[in-house]
Every structure is written in C-alpha cells, then in structure tokens.
C-alpha cells in the first residue's frame, strides 16, 4: 500500500522552514526520500533504517519512527533550489523478497524569492 | 562517470503495436529497477532485477508487459498490445548492490499511446 503524504503541496519563502510527512500502514524496514525536479529524474536525498535514525544533508534532515510508520523531512532556511516534489519510498524487510521500493503520494514544494 | 542512460527519451505509437525501451545502467550496479510514473503521481515500482534475474516482478500490471537484463547490464522493458492506458513515464534505476543502497534514477522515456 503506497505511502500517504502530507501536506500535498506548500509554498515557503526563501528563508522559511518546512517539514514533510509520510505516514506508512505498514510496518516499515527503512524509508527513503527523493526530490524530483519538473521534467527531470528523481534524486536521492537520504536514507533512514529503522532505529529512530535521525540524518542531515546540509540544511534538509530527516526522521523515522518505525513504531509509528512514519518519516519527517525537515527543511530550514529553505534556498529556491529546494522547489520541487519530494516522494518518500518505503521498504518492508531487509531480506531478499522485500526489496520493492513503494514511493508516497508526493509533496509538491515551492520556495518563492 | 556516466549515469543511467534511457532510450529513446520520447516513444509515440499506435494502440495495439508493441515497443522497447532500453536501460543502460551505471557500470558495475548489480540492482535495476523499473517503474512507471504517471502525471503528478509517484514512481511506481513495476520489477527489479539482481544481476540478470527478476528478483521481484510483481509490479507488472498484466502480462503484456515483460523485461529482460540477459548479460546482467542493459535491461528491455517490453510491452505488447499498447494501450492509451500504458502512456507514461518509464524510469529505470541501478544500485549498487540492492534496494538498501541509493538508486540512481535515469531521464526515462516518456511514451504516448495514440
């Protein structure tokens, strides 16, 4: 079942902080998260194992809490080359079988000077 | 290096013919994956290969679809019978080793069914 993501879609200024949910009925292995452009492929942004893993890549960190399936993205001091939608995808098992990556509805992000 | 290669970039056909699309992945990425991305929709996943096996096709809507990778490099996705229903985006991605590790996305073919 495909992750659910919220909000659908949010407008920032330059400056401002966002977050992005993603919210699984499934119990989740890892979730991953990438960022596609408009007419371009999805790019990688992160990964998170279960474990409450929390990373950073320059400003943009994320979360996971495996006991409520759920992941956060967290945006601050949004740049205009944050716009775009991000999907995160999620996997159920770390074994051979469980490897299909289901991405989220999508969130669709833009940052206005 | 170079990244993940699709042809062709643009597909139009007629309903009923039958088309290709290649994938040429990052060299030494064991993982492939397809999937197909419908307009403001996600990437849905449609079968992954590790190295020339189909470790999991269950993303194929029916079995006009069908994909080969023979030499575990360049995959096919194949789909007979086109319908106005298959038009999409198809992307195809490698890893390095598994769906654990980060995927490398290609510019996909965009396919129309006329």
């Known amino acids: 079942q495909q992750p659910v993501q919220s909000p659908q879609a949010v407008i920032l200024r330059e400056g401002e902080d966002a977050v992005i949910n993603c919210s699984s009925s499934?119990?989740?292995?890892?979730v991953h998260w990438y960022r596609q452009k408009h007419g371009e492929a999805p790019v990688f942004l992160m990964i998170?194992?279960?474990?409450?893993e929390q990373k950073g890549h320059e400003k943009i960190s994320a979360s996971f809490n495996e006991k409520k399936q759920q992941s956060s993205l967290y945006l601050t001091a949004s740049q205009l080359s944050y716009s775009g939608t991000y999907f995160c995808g999620t996997l159920k098992g770390a074994n051979f079988g469980n490897e299909k990556l289901t991405f989220g509805t999508g969130t669709r992000l833009t940052i206005i000077p | 290096g170079a990244g993940v290669s699709q042809t062709p970039s643009n597909k139009v056909t007629e309903k009923g013919k039958y088309v290709e699309l290649r994938c040429d992945p990052i060299?030494?990425?064991?993982?492939l994956y397809w999937y197909r991305q419908s307009l403001g929709q996600g990437p849905e996943f449609l079968i992954y290969?590790?190295?020339?096996?189909?470790?999991?096709d269950s993303g194929l809507p029916n079995d006009r679809f069908f994909a080969v990778r023979p030499e575990g490099s360049v995959s096919t996705l194949k789909i007979q019978r086109t319908e106005r229903g298959d038009s999409a985006v198809y992307l195809c991605?490698?890893?390095?080793?598994?769906?654990?590790?980060?995927?490398?996305f290609g510019p996909g073919t965009r396919l129309t069914v006329l």
């Open positions: 060299s030494g990425h064991t993982a």
């Open positions: 290969f590790q190295g020339t096996g189909a470790a999991d």
């Open positions: 499934k119990a989740l292995y890892s």
């Open positions: 991605a490698s890893s390095l080793k598994s769906s654990y590790n980060e995927q490398f």
């Open positions: 998170l194992l279960k474990g409450g």
